[in-house]
């Protein structure tokens, strides 16, 4: 079989220029098609690996956010939580405070009250043994009570000696002013000029008295002079009865307490004579003699 040589090489031109026109006109067209292709993509994904950074980074702004906030509303809680707690604490102590305060103004108005309570028995208790005594002792005496009183107050003075009469006579002849007598009712001037009498006849001098009246002494009389005083009074004696009825009180408040007894008050009251440091005077009842 005989080869074309020319039908081989005319089939071999149009190949290579079958090549080259593919090359040129399809192939490179091709390929920048591609290259850019892979350009767009790998914008793309560095756009994307950019974007991806980007957001990791904003999450772990806002993880590193939520993570202070969670630290900054502990504190805000501990710190509310302990407001709160010393807050309760301090209404409770004004709460506990206000309670003892009011505790204690009520045990002192129950104090007082008590007080005024045992004031108020005292002295009717007083008035009321006053008066029993003094009716007793009008029925029985062929005199009145108040002049039994003033007898009883003379016949002391006459008797007084010792010491007591010594710091008597001493005050009476250094006293500035007349001598003052109380007596809880208005002497009668018998009994006046019999008191003066005795004043005379016991110190041996021409003292100077005055006379007031005292409700307060309860049926009694005292002498007052110089900051000495000589007294013969029935409150004495009360009072002595009103401290053994506080002892009994108290007793019975507190029935484990081990108290020494201590005598009552005597049913026949003695006279006696004391000297003692002069009282504030009070304003006088009557006029002065």
């Known amino acids: 079989m ?18 080259w026109l593919m090359k040129r006109f399809l192939y490179k067209p091709i390929l920048r098609a591609i290259d850019a292709r892979e350009k767009r993509i790998a914008a793309e994904l560095a756009n994307a690996d950019a974007k991806k950074a980007e957001a990791q980074k904003e999450r772990d702004e806002l993880r590193h956010k939520n993570e202070e906030f969670d630290q900054q509303r502990a504190a805000l809680l501990s710190k509310a939580t302990d407001e709160a707690k010393a807050e309760r604490q301090r209404l409770l102590d004004e709460a506990r405070k206000a309670a003892n305060a009011l505790n204690a103004k009520r045990l002192e108005t129950l104090r007082r009250d008590a007080h005024d309570l045992n004031q108020a028995i005292s002295r009717r208790t007083q008035q009321e043994v ?17 002049e039994r009183l003033g007898e009883v107050f003379t016949r002391r003075l006459r008797e007084m000696d010792g010491k007591a009469k010594e710091v008597l006579a001493e005050a009476l002849k250094t006293a500035s002013d ?21 004043l005379n006849e016991t110190f041996s001098a021409d003292i100077h008295v005055r006379f007031e009246t005292a409700a307060d002494l309860i049926g009694g009389i005292e002498l007052t002079t110089n900051g000495q005083k000589v007294a013969w009074s029935i409150a004495d004696y009360l009072t002595s009865l009103e401290k053994g009825v506080d002892e009994l009180l108290k007793e019975k408040a507190q029935p484990a307490a081990k108290a020494e007894p201590k005598p009552g008050a005597k049913a026949d009251p003695q006279v006696e004579a004391k000297v003692e440091p002069k009282p504030e005077e009070p304003k006088p009842d009557t006029e002065s003699q």
């Open 130 to 146: 006053f008066a029993v005594a003094r009716k007793a002792l009008t029925d029985l005496a062929t005199t009145s009570l108040e």
């Open 2 to 19: 005989l080869i074309d040589w020319f039908t081989i090489s005319a089939q071999a031109l149009n190949f290579l220029i079958l090549v």
């Open 178 to 198: 007349p001598a003052l007598v109380r007596s809880a009712f208005d002497l009668p001037a018998e009994q006046r000029a019999a008191i003066q009498d005795a």
